[in-house]
């Protein structure tokens, strides 16, 4: 892990699109400003991780038969 110290108004650049400021720190909490491409995808590690084992159970209840119906019944179009 690459670690950079910063003070409030610096920043750090990711490639060339991604640019994290500091914009204020407060006892144990750190504000940082992002401006990145609208195509990048921007989460909170713990948001992210929910979102992840989210997608999981979803994945892990998918039931093959039931969705080999929907498209026989005529549901979904196949192309």
Known sequence: MLVL???VGESILLGE?????ILSVQG????????APRE??????EIYQR???ENKRAASNIN???IR???H???IQDE
């Open 5 to 7: 110290a910063r003070k």
């Open 17 to 21: 699109n991604i640019k994290l400021t």
């Open 28 to 35: 144990r909490g750190v504000k940082v400003g992002i401006k």
């Open 40 to 45: 990048i995808t921007v989460y909170r590690e």
């Open 51 to 53: 979102i992840v084992e």
């Open 64 to 66: 093959i038969d039931n």
């Open 69 to 71: 119906q929907i498209f």
């Open 73 to 75: 019944s005529g549901g």
